[in-house]
């Protein structure tokens, strides 16, 4: 997921809330915290709608790194911003 998402990037091919999803799954799957914090908020940047999937992908993904602070401040930007 992570190779194609890069290959999308260096191809100026646009990406949408599920490509982000699943490069964001591959890196809390294997346990690259900080890495799927930076496609979160990459999302923002490049005007991508983030969802419940993103959120909590995410807040999974802090949670594995030990990055409990992290993780509940996805959690309340997630309530703020109503996302369901």
């Not at 992570?2 to 949408?16: A, G, I, P, T, Y």
């Not at 982000?20 to 940047?45: D, K, P, S």
């Amino acid at each position: 997921a992570l190779q194609l998402f890069r290959e999308m990037v260096d191809n100026s091919v646009e990406r949408c809330t599920i490509t982000y999803n699943a490069a964001v799954r591959a890196c809390e799957q294997g346990e690259h915290w900080a890495r799927a914090l930076l496609l979160f908020c990459t999302m923002g940047g490049s005007r991508v709608e983030r969802d419940t999937i993103t959120y909590n992908t995410a807040v999974s993904a802090c949670r594995k790194g030990g990055k409990l602070v992290e993780a509940l401040q996805l959690m309340r930007e997630m309530a703020k911003t109503h996302v369901e």
